[in-house]
C-alpha cells in the first residue's frame, strides 16, 4: 500500500489535483517553478519516513457562524492527496450508502433529495448534529478507526504524521467535555482534525462511520442520512425516536462526541426539516433566509474583486452559476434569483 502511495504516477496524479484552480497562488507556482525537484524530493522524503508536515496558515470566516479554516503547506496538500487517492475507495467501501459528505456521486442536493424522500415516508424525524465536531476529533480514536482497515505500517506512519500535524490548531474551538471515566488528564488528550484539510473531510466519515453502522444495524433505523457531523432519524412513532436519541448520546461519547441535546426534538416533518441550507417539507423545499444574506454579501465581494481586477469575469460568472444551480433545488426561486442580481447587477466589460 505505501509503495503505491509513494509511487512517482500517484505523486503526479495528487500533485495536479494539490494544484487545480490554486495555480495562481504563490505556494503552488512556487512549486510548480522546480516541479520534478520537489516532487522527487517529496517523494524521497516519504519513502526513507523523514517526511514531517509544515505549519499551517489559519484564517477565519462566518459562514455564518465564526469558523477558523486551516491550509496546510501545498507540498503536504500533495501528500494528502497521494495518500487518499489509494485509502480513500478502500474506505468508502465501507461506508453506509446515506452518507452523503465528499463523497463521489453524493454531495447535498443528493442529501436534500434523500431527506425529503423519507420525509414524504414517516411522520417524524429527529435531526442532529455534533457538538464542536471537527475540534472535538480524538486522534486516539481516529488512529484506531483508520487501524482496523489499513494494515500497513507505513501507510499508519503517514496517517499519524498528518494527524499530529493539526493537533493544536483547533485548540481554542474546543471547550472541555469530560466523560464517564475520564480523570484531569483526559483534558491533555489530543484532538482536532484542522477544517480545510483534504484528509479532514475524509477522515470525518472514517470516524463516524461505526456510528452510522450503530444506528442502521444496532437500533434499525431503516431511515437514516448523515453530512459530515448533521444527521436524521426519521419514523412513525414518537417514542421509538426519543428511545433512540438517548442511544445515540452514549454511543457517541464512546467517541467523545456530544450533540446539541436542546435542538435535537423529534417533530413532525410537516413541520419542516432544516438541512443543508434549506428548509425541507414533504411537499417542497425553501432556501433559507440566512443563506440568501449570506450570498447576497458574497456577491456583492465577488463583484468588487471583479471590478478590481482581482478575479475574471468567467469566475465571477462561474460563481453565480453555482449559486443558481443551488437554489434552483427549491420551490420556486424565479423571483428570489431575479430580485438577487437586481440588487447586485454585474458591471459590464468597456470595450
Not at 47 to 73: C, E, H, L, N
Not at 161 to 181: C, H, K, N, T, W
Not at 280 to 296: H, M, N
Amino acid at each position: 500500500m505505501y509503495a503505491a502511495i509513494t509511487a512517482w504516477s500517484n505523486l503526479l496524479v495528487a500533485a495536479h489535483k494539490a494544484a487545480r484552480g490554486k495555480r495562481r497562488k504563490l505556494a503552488a507556482a512556487t512549486f510548480e517553478a522546480d516541479f520534478a525537484d520537489h516532487l522527487i524530493a517529496l517523494r524521497d522524503d516519504l519513502r526513507a519516513k523523514v517526511y514531517t508536515p509544515g505549519v499551517y496558515t489559519s484564517f477565519i470566516i462566518q459562514d455564518p457562524k465564526v469558523r477558523k479554516i486551516s491550509a496546510a503547506p501545498f507540498r503536504d496538500r500533495i501528500a494528502h492527496h497521494a495518500l487518499c487517492n489509494i485509502i480513500e475507495p478502500i474506505f468508502d467501501a465501507r461506508f453506509i450508502p446515506h452518507s452523503y459528505a465528499n463523497r463521489i456521486g453524493k454531495g447535498t442536493h443528493a442529501a436534500v433529495d434523500r431527506l425529503q424522500q423519507f420525509a414524504r415516508q414517516y411522520r417524524y424525524v429527529l435531526r442532529c448534529d455534533i457538538r464542536q465536531f471537527f475540534p472535538a476529533i480524538d486522534h486516539a480514536i481516529m488512529h484506531d478507526v483508520l487501524a482496523d482497515v489499513i494494515h500497513d505500517a507505513d501507510t499508519l506512519w503517514l496517517c499519524d504524521q498528518i494527524l499530529a500535524s493539526g493537533q493544536d490548531v483547533l485548540r481554542d474551538e474546543y471547550d472541555m467535555v469530560y466523560f464517564p471515566g475520564d480523570d484531569l488528564f483526559a483534558a491533555n488528550r489530543c484532538r482536532g482534525l484542522p477544517i480545510g484539510n483534504l484528509t479532514s473531510q475524509f477522515w470525518a466519515n472514517c470516524y463516524l462511520n461505526p456510528f452510522d453502522w450503530f444506528v442502521t444495524r444496532e437500533l434499525r433505523c431503516p431511515a437514516y442520512l448523515r453530512y459530515v457531523d448533521d444527521f436524521a432519524l426519521f419514523s412513525d412513532s414518537k417514542r421509538e425516536l426519543w428511545r433512540w436519541k438517548q442511544a445515540i448520546i452514549q454511543r457517541l461519547a464512546q467517541f467523545r462526541l456530544t450533540i446539541h441535546e436542546s435542538v435535537a426534538q423529534v417533530v413532525p416533518v410537516t413541520q419542516g426539516i432544516p438541512w443543508l441550507g434549506f428548509v425541507v417539507y414533504p411537499g417542497f423545499r425553501r432556501v433559507k433566509g440566512r443563506k440568501v444574506r449570506q450570498y447576497s454579501r458574497r456577491l456583492q465581494a465577488r463583484i468588487e474583486q471583479y471590478v478590481d481586477g482581482e478575479i475574471t469575469l468567467d469566475e465571477l460568472t462561474a460563481s453565480a452559476q453555482g449559486w443558481i444551480a443551488h437554489v434552483s433545488s427549491a420551490d420556486p426561486t424565479g423571483g428570489l434569483r431575479r430580485g438577487m442580481f437586481a440588487r447586485h447587477p454585474i458591471p459590464r466589460q468597456e470595450t
